[in-house]
């Protein structure tokens, strides 16, 4: 199922940028994923398992190291990539 998701990351720690950018460079790791990015959220398109497994992964990668953070996060089973980055 074709699937979109918005994440904003917040993690509590003095070193808040070097996190997200962590965070955000992990999941460009991921092939069958296109993850945007601008300056209020990362936008991560793909199908369903695959966006699911890899949040769940890096949830947990991140959790590990940063206990204290909040993740805005908002779905939609739909694809909504942009027409300029297909």
Not at 6 to 15: D, I, M
């Amino acid at each position: 199922m074709p699937f979109s998701a918005e994440l904003s990351l917040y993690p509590l720690a003095n070193n808040y940028l070097e996190v997200i950018q962590a965070f955000i460079d992990r999941l460009n790791e991921y092939p069958d994923l296109t993850v945007l990015t601008n300056t209020m959220s990362t936008q991560v398109f793909g199908e369903l398992e695959v966006v699911m497994g890899a949040l769940t992964k890096e949830l947990n990668w991140l959790y590990d190291r940063v206990p204290s953070q909040v993740l805005v996060c908002k779905f939609i089973n739909k694809d909504l990539t942009p027409d300029h980055v297909k």
